[in-house]
């Protein structure tokens, strides 16, 4: 398949909006903070830096070169780069991974739009009836209907901007919805840190306890920069084979990786401050945007508008990742069994939701249902944060790193010979051995293999 027939980005900013469309999602703005809560604030901020720096944006700028120069979904460019070789299993692991993370991630995206329902209620009504945040949680997501329907609706809007296509769907919301998810997060950064005692709460995200760092938390802190940066499971592979040949990977690679950082931190501004000032505990597990925030926005003033921002926010950050897991999906379906692409999302649609109704109900009827102790939210979270995606990010640096030709790396790197390329050592050295190294030994530790 050659370029011309292939749908792509259009423009620099096109790429740029929808790969952190991308990447910054829940990940960001619901796991990121509670993460930093639980494990020792800056001290995890600081692991979790190293492990974007030399992991996450190595790897990231591997699966643009695998996708570029493959042209094709993530089975089919790594078929390309490696004919005859099995090197296309970590394209196929990786879309079984995109559909297990789309299957738990559209459950809290459609918790999110019932947030925004409530608190566009919350707008218009009259009624000054305070209600317990913990109790309005609790009631809404153990049951089993209403997330349901949340859930599908969360697919179905995702599916709508898929059929539109790469360019006129994906690129083109990316380009709206993420400076508005931007401007919304300023607006309620400027709010927080308005409040009294807002400074407890800086304190608590910059500075460090190391005393919580154990290997536990050091696979926690990989696990959360390649989640957090899509990488390692081929959607930045499938979002490279978009990529048109004049743009500079490396640059869009780093930009977006600050951006993603950035946007976690003032996330983490925007959450941690509020907290302390309202007296609550930083360590509130994945409750914590659903339970804490509520009760904060109900003790401000103004806050029914704040919390419809904030939720509009969540929920946008959501839709746009949920978009991009669908587009992997779909594009194979589309490429390798020659669906339309209409057919191809609402397959895809259809059968993320029908699993992912597992991991809505685990939190209601099916709290019951324990593997390895854990639900099987937690269950589908741990394997694909924890095991497919660092795995995943393994192979895709090892198999560029170590089994496929330098000089045709430096050829898509460089633009054809057309960008000065003073890092190119570097970053080889970083393929080779620097990455594969750290993800192995963060995982076998992690897993307590050894
Ligand atoms: N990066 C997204 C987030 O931080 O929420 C989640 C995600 C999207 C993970 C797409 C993996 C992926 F391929």
């Given at each position: 398949?050659?370029?011309?027939?292939?749908?792509?980005?259009?423009?620099?900013?096109?790429?740029?909006?929808a790969?952190?469309?991308?990447?910054?999602?829940?990940g960001?703005?619901?796991?990121?903070?509670?993460?930093?809560?639980?494990?020792?604030?800056?001290?995890?901020?600081?692991?979790?830096?190293?492990?974007?720096?030399?992991?996450?944006?190595?790897a990231?700028?591997?699966?643009?070169?695998?996708?570029?120069?493959?042209?094709?979904?993530?089975?089919?460019?790594?078929?390309?780069?490696?004919?005859?070789?099995?090197?296309?299993?970590?394209?196929?692991?990786?879309?079984?991974?995109?559909?297990?993370?789309?299957?738990?991630?559209s459950?809290?995206?459609?918790?999110?739009?019932?947030?925004?329902?409530?608190?566009?209620?919350?707008?218009?009504?009259?009624?000054?009836?305070?209600?317990?945040?913990?109790?309005?949680?609790?009631?809404?997501?153990?049951?089993?209907?209403?997330?349901?329907?949340?859930?599908?609706?969360?697919?179905?809007?995702s599916?709508?901007?898929?059929?539109?296509?790469?360019?006129?769907?994906?690129?083109?919301?990316?380009?709206?919805?993420?400076?508005?998810?931007?401007?919304?997060?300023?607006?309620?950064?400027?709010?927080?840190?308005?409040?009294?005692?807002?400074?407890?709460?800086?304190?608590?995200?910059?500075?460090?306890?190391?005393?919580?760092?154990?290997?536990?938390?050091?696979?926690?802190?990989?696990?959360?920069?390649?989640?957090?940066?899509?990488?390692?499971?081929?959607?930045?592979?499938?979002?490279?084979?978009?990529?048109?040949?004049?743009?500079?990977m490396?640059?869009?690679?780093?930009?977006v990786?600050?951006?993603?950082?950035?946007?976690?931190?003032?996330?983490?501004?925007?959450?941690?401050?509020?907290?302390?000032?309202?007296?609550?505990?930083?360590?509130?597990?994945?409750?914590?945007?659903?339970?804490?925030?509520?009760?904060?926005?109900?003790?401000?003033?103004?806050?029914v508008?704040?919390?419809?921002?904030?939720?509009?926010?969540?929920?946008?950050?959501?839709?746009?990742?949920?978009?991009?897991?669908?587009?992997?999906?779909?594009?194979?379906?589309?490429?390798?069994?020659?669906?339309?692409r209409?057919?191809?999302?609402?397959?895809?649609?259809?059968?993320?939701?029908?699993?992912?109704?597992?991991?809505?109900?685990?939190?209601?009827?099916?709290k019951?249902?324990?593997?390895?102790?854990?639900?099987?939210?937690?269950?589908?979270?741990?394997?694909?944060?924890?095991?497919?995606?660092?795995?995943?990010?393994?192979?895709?640096?090892?198999?560029?790193?170590?089994?496929?030709?330098?000089?045709?790396?430096?050829?898509?790197?460089?633009?054809?010979?057309?960008?000065?390329?003073?890092l190119?050592?570097?970053?080889?050295?970083?393929?080779?051995?620097?990455?594969?190294?750290?993800?192995?030994?963060?995982?076998?530790?992690?897993?307590?293999?050894?």
């Open positions: 398949m050659n370029q011309t027939s292939r749908d792509g980005f259009s423009s620099r900013f096109g790429i740029f909006a790969v952190i469309g991308s990447a910054i999602g829940l960001n703005i619901w796991r990121f903070p509670y993460m930093v809560g639980e494990n020792g604030g800056a001290a995890f901020l600081i692991v979790y830096c190293a492990f974007v720096l030399i992991i996450g944006i190595p990231m700028l591997s699966e643009f070169i695998i996708g570029r120069r493959g042209q094709g979904n993530s089975y089919r460019s790594f078929k390309q780069l490696a004919p005859q070789k099995p090197w296309y299993w970590i394209g196929l692991v990786g879309i079984f991974a995109a559909f297990i993370i789309l299957t738990f991630y459950v809290i995206t459609g918790w999110t739009l019932e947030y925004v329902a409530i608190a566009l209620k919350d707008v218009f009504s009259s009624s000054t009836v305070v209600q317990d945040p913990a109790q309005v949680f609790e009631h809404f997501h153990t049951q089993a209907l209403k997330p349901l329907i949340w859930q599908i609706v969360t697919m179905l809007i599916a709508i901007v898929i059929m539109l296509g790469v360019r006129k769907g994906i690129e083109s919301s990316a380009k709206i919805l993420m400076p508005l998810l931007f401007i919304c997060l300023a607006i309620l950064a400027v709010k927080t840190l308005t409040l009294p005692g807002s400074v407890e709460g800086l304190r608590f995200l910059f500075s460090p306890d190391f005393s919580k760092i154990n290997s536990g938390v050091i696979l926690k802190a990989l696990g959360q920069a390649v989640f957090s940066l899509s990488v390692g499971m081929g959607c930045l592979i499938t979002y490279g084979s978009y990529i048109r040949k004049d743009v500079n490396s640059r869009t690679a780093f930009s990786a600050i951006a993603d950082l950035l946007i976690a931190v003032l996330a983490g501004i925007v959450i941690f401050p509020a907290l302390f000032s309202f007296g609550m505990a930083p360590e509130q597990g994945p409750g914590l945007v659903f339970v804490v925030f509520p009760g904060i926005f109900q003790q401000m003033i103004g806050g508008y704040f919390a419809l921002l904030f939720f509009m926010l969540v929920a946008i950050a959501g839709i746009t990742s949920i978009i991009s897991l669908l587009e992997v999906i779909v594009v194979y379906f589309v490429e390798e069994f020659k669906l339309k209409v057919f191809a999302t609402l397959v895809a649609a259809t059968l993320a939701c029908g699993l992912g109704a597992f991991s809505t109900l685990s939190f209601g009827p099916l019951h249902v324990k593997i390895f102790n854990q639900s099987i939210f937690d269950n589908s979270d741990f394997l694909a944060s924890n095991i497919l995606l660092p795995l995943g990010a393994f192979f895709v640096v090892v198999f560029l790193g170590w089994f496929y030709d330098i000089n045709q790396i430096k050829d898509e790197l460089g633009n054809q010979g057309t960008l000065k390329m003073r190119f050592p570097v970053f080889m050295f970083i393929i080779r051995y620097v990455a594969p190294i750290a993800i192995l030994l963060v995982f076998l530790k992690g897993l307590n293999i050894f």
